[in-house]
T-cell receptor, first 114, second 108 residues
Framework: SQTIHQWPATLVQPVGSPLSLECTVE??????LYWYRQAAGRGLQLLFY??????ISSEVPQNLSASRPQDRQFILSSKKLLLSDSGFYLC?????????????FGNGTRLTVT | GQQVMQIPQYQHVQEGEDFTTYCNSS?????IQWYKQRPGGHPVFLIQ?????EVKKQKRLTFQFGEAKKNSSLHITATQTTDVGTYFC????????FGAGTTVTVRA
């Protein structure tokens, strides 16, 4: 069966510090991968998505970046965090075969920038 | 891209009562998915609707896709405390555009 791992679960970082969140998927090949951010009590904002290794599409211009160095690995990074980067970051995967697939989310990382 | 709008944003329900949350779009949707996010948790896929007028049921939850495929609804009967959470609709066009969600609280 397929599983998605996302870490760390919580993170407190000072303003201006770098960020690296990692997400890996097991049990499937060539998945579509996604990074979402959710502010407290708000909806889901799509940040990046990837349909293959090295292919990254950015939905919102910001100080964040994403990379997909391996088929089932998706990394979210920042060189310098802002206070506004605080939120709940969710990695997700979807079967890359078609749009009839559901999205499967990781447990998320709660980031607080102080 | 296409967007979906959800109403209401908040729903306070007496335990045992029914309620409905709606998802609307100004354009025709190819499909609509529904997710539930429990407090402190991550969204979990509930169901997908594809056909015009489609109705699907999961126990006390009834999902409907409008005839014109521009709206969808989720109706919950006999609300229980386990129904607490935020319900999202989403358009699956490879990018999963989510609505803002309906946050449900239940009064025992």
């Amino acid at each position: 069966s397929q599983t998605i791992h996302q870490w760390p679960a919580t993170l407190v970082q000072p303003v201006g510090s770098p960020l690296s969140l990692e997400c890996t998927v097991e049990g499937t090949s060539n998945p579509n991968l996604y990074w979402y951010r959710q502010a407290a009590g708000r909806g889901l904002q799509l940040l990046f998505y990837s349909v293959g290794i090295g292919q990254i599409s950015s939905e919102v211009p910001q100080n964040l970046s994403a990379s997909r160095p391996q088929d089932r690995q998706f990394i979210l990074s920042s060189k310098k965090l802002l206070l506004s980067d605080s939120g709940f970051y969710l990695c997700a995967w979807m079967n890359g075969a078609g749009i009839d697939s559901p999205l499967h989310f990781g447990n998320g990382t709660r980031l607080t920038v102080t | 891209g296409q967007q979906v709008m959800q109403i209401p944003q908040y729903q306070h329900v007496q335990e045992g009562e029914d309620f409905t949350t709606y998802c609307n779009s100004s354009t025709t949707l190819s499909n609509i998915q529904w997710y539930k996010q429990r407090p402190g948790g991550h969204p979990v896929f509930l169901i997908q609707l594809v056909k015009s007028g489609e109705v699907k049921k999961q126990k006390r939850l009834t999902f409907q896709f409008g005839e014109a495929k521009k709206n969808s609804s989720l109706h919950i009967t006999a609300t229980q405390t386990t129904d607490v959470g935020t319900y999202f609709c989403a358009l699956n066009d490879y990018k999963l555009s989510f609505g803002a969600g309906t946050t449900v609280t239940v009064r025992a």
